[in-house]
């Protein structure tokens, strides 16, 4: 049982490039989230899913989109990354819709230069 | 020791010391609240909860208690342990707001 785990773990990229972010949950969680941190913010959602077929906007959706492939898999994608998108980016999942206790995975950090 | 969320985020405490860590949180109609730990290099890790029909909860050696008139948390460790070092995040729901967290560093 591995809970949720995410690739890459490290990611640099140039200003303009695209990349997808992916994490996948083994503990049959409906609802899943990406999070992105910030030294000093704190976690902000970016997007959420609360079940498979669904998606919604968090705090800070703009530049990203996802796709909730199926229950298992969320991906979290930068169609033109941008400097301010570097970040520690989190994926969760939750087995109750929205707001249960969330199972964090270990991130990816990503830097755009 | 105590810290206050973001004023104060950084709280050094002696091994064996109980520590407290304080989060206000801003919306009045949040109805479920966490404590997350996160230790450096990886995801955070949930703590404790509570409900707003609830003042306090007891875990293993946490205790949360809810102040829901001054929309305060707080988060008391007894006898803190090195392991205990990391960064404690609140999280209000159902809107998912997260603090920005308390680091607490325990000195042997």
């Known amino acids: 049982n591995a809970g949720v785990t995410q690739t890459p773990k490290f990611q640099v990229l140039k200003t303009g490039q695209s990349m997808t972010l992916q994490c996948a949950q083994d503990?049959?969680?409906?609802?899943m989230y990406w999070y992105r941190q910030d030294p000093g913010m704190g976690l902000r959602l970016i997007y959420y899913?609360?079940?498979?077929?669904?998606?919604d906007k968090g705090e800070v959706p703009n530049g990203y989109n996802v796709s909730r492939l199926n229950k298992r898999e969320f991906s979290l994608r930068l169609e033109s990354a941008a400097p301010s998108q570097t970040s520690v980016y989190f994926c969760?999942?939750?087995?109750?819709?929205?707001?249960?206790?969330?199972?964090f995975g270990p991130g990816t950090r990503l830097t755009v230069t | 020791g105590e810290s206050v969320g973001l004023h104060l985020p950084t709280l050094s405490v002696q091994e064996g010391d109980n520590s407290i860590i304080n989060c206000a949180y801003s919306?009045?109609?949040?109805?479920?609240f966490i404590w997350y730990k996160q230790e450096s290099g990886k995801g955070p890790q949930f703590i404790i909860d509570?409900?707003?029909?609830?003042d306090k909860r007891q875990g293993q050696r946490v205790t949360v208690l809810l102040n829901k008139t001054v929309k305060h948390l707080s988060l008391q460790i007894a006898a803190t342990q090195p392991g205990d070092s990391a960064v404690y995040f609140c999280?209000?729901?159902?809107?998912?707001?997260f603090g920005a967290g308390t680091r607490l560093t325990v000195k042997p």
């Open positions: 969760a999942s939750s087995g109750q819709r929205l707001s249960y206790e969330q199972y």
């Open positions: 503990m049959n969680h409906n609802s």
């Open positions: 899913s609360a079940s498979e077929g669904t998606t």
């Open positions: 919306n009045s109609a949040s109805d479920y």
């Open positions: 509570i409900r707003s029909n609830m």
């Open positions: 999280a209000e729901n159902p809107d998912m707001r």
